[in-house]
């Protein structure tokens, strides 16, 4: 059978990574990718898309991850650290649960080289010593984390009915669609 993944290696890097969730009950597709040997060969075909950066990065970006959403996400900080360029980016990065969060020593490391700002988002229970935000982002959040809001180019990744809730809330917002880039994973809800 076929699935759809986004790539979550910048194409900088050597090897090629994928990001996705394995549920207690995972689909028979997962079970045999996570059972994979180091020797057994997987056909990826029907590589295409637009999910990608400005060919300038004169603009700030906004990127909003749900869950496995961060994959291309992943990909175009590696590649902006890795190139030594400079971009303006705020990352809200929102999961259910702390231990889902994924890739923040390159969130990090991107922090450092680049001033990414990551803005980490739990809808579920928090630990008790969690510093970033609770609950859904909103107009509200994003207006705090990014005050010139209005002049950012939006990145949005993860289940579908999460890209299509923000997309609203942007337009809502007064962001432009020609403002806002989407990409979808079918299949998480």
Do not use: C
Not at 6 to 11: D, G, Q, T
Not at 29 to 44: G, M, P
């Amino acid at each position: 059978t076929r699935r759809y993944f986004s790539i979550a290696s910048s194409p900088t890097e050597k090897d090629v990574k994928l990001t996705t969730k394995f549920a207690d009950e995972s689909s028979t597709y997962k079970n045999k990718l996570k059972d994979l040997n180091r020797d057994e060969v997987i056909l990826a075909g029907s590589l295409d898309g637009d999910f990608v950066l400005p060919n300038k990065l004169d603009k700030g970006l906004v990127f909003i991850a749900g869950g496995v959403g961060i994959a291309p996400f992943r990909s175009m900080i590696k590649y902006i650290i890795d190139n030594n360029l400079k971009a303006d980016i705020t990352l809200f990065y929102s999961n259910k649960d702390y231990d889902e969060i994924g890739f923040t020593d390159l969130f990090d490391e991107a922090e450092e080289k680049i001033g990414l700002k990551t803005v980490y988002v739990l809808t579920g229970k928090t630990p008790p010593n969690w510093s970033g935000r609770r609950g859904f982002i909103t107009d509200k959040m994003i207006s705090e984390e990014v005050p010139d809001h209005a002049n950012k180019i939006y990145y949005i990744s993860g289940p579908d009915p999460m890209v299509r809730s923000y997309v609203k809330l942007l337009k809502n917002m007064g962001i432009s669609p020609g403002q806002i880039k989407t990409d979808y994973f079918p299949g998480y809800e």
